[in-house]
């Protein structure tokens, strides 16, 4: 079955600052694909960033990067140079070639702090 | 290019009144979702489809319908609405390559 945790509710950064945001997944599954989506107070999702399970390097996309780490099962999100702007939601979600369910976990709330 | 459309934005049910909950997609995606979040919550899978004609079940997909009998549309029909349903209801669709997912606005949905 697919399963992904996030075990951090609520995290706080100083604009400016790094922050890494923790993921892990289990999956029986070999292929694979590793989503990062934000979602601001406004509601909509917004998509991040992308990690195939295949993809021997971290996706990167600005200053978001995935940090992919398989043997682990983990899928950190880390935000360099922390912006106001990114306070939000954030989810990791999971989706298997084999089912093509996407499964979301329980996401984590920033809060960047001037 | 309006992506995903979802429709009503917003809805208030009586219990035991059903309702169909709109999504359709201009992007020829093959693969279309439902998911429901509750406050503070992650988004929940309630029905997929990987293509015209065939859906499957999510995690919690009861109480709910779907069919999916073109590329475009997939509706969610609440048969019998109950106050348990009270939430915010998100419609995606991808392509075959699932690379990224795209959402529609939601639909904020409250049964009284």
């Known amino acids: 079955a697919q399963k992904i945790t996030q075990t951090q509710p609520g995290m706080f950064v100083q604009e400016k600052e790094a922050v890494t945001l923790d993921c892990t997944y289990d999956?029986?599954?070999?292929?694979?694909?590793l989503f990062w989506y934000k979602q601001p107070s406004s509601g909509e999702m917004i998509f991040l960033i992308y990690q195939g399970s295949y993809d021997e390097q971290n996706a990167t996309e600005g200053r978001y990067s995935l940090n992919f780490q398989k043997a682990r099962k983990s899928a950190n999100l880390v935000i360099s140079a922390s912006q106001l702007g990114d306070s939000a939601m954030y989810f990791c979600?999971?989706?298997?070639?084999?089912?093509?369910?996407?499964?979301f976990g329980q996401g984590t709330t920033l809060q960047v702090k001037p | 290019n309006a992506g995903v459309t979802q429709t009503p934005k917003f809805q208030v049910l009586k219990t035991g009144q059903s309702m169909t909950l709109q999504c359709a997609q201009d992007?020829?995606?093959?693969?279309m979702s439902w998911y429901r979040q509750d406050p503070g919550m992650g988004l929940r899978l309630i029905h997929y489809?990987?293509?015209?004609?065939?859906?499957d079940q999510g995690e919690v997909p009861n109480g709910y319908n779907v069919s999916r009998s073109t590329t475009e549309d997939f509706p969610l029909r609440l048969l019998s609405a109950a106050p348990s349903q009270t939430s915010v209801y998100f419609c995606a669709s991808s392509d075959r390559d699932q690379i990224e997912a795209f959402f529609g606005q939601g639909t904020r949905l409250t049964v009284v």
């Open positions: 999956t029986s599954d070999q292929s694979y694909g």
């Open positions: 979600a999971m989706v298997t070639s084999n089912t093509g369910k996407l499964i």
């Open positions: 992007m020829n995606h093959e693969y």
């Open positions: 489809s990987v293509g015209a004609g065939i859906t």
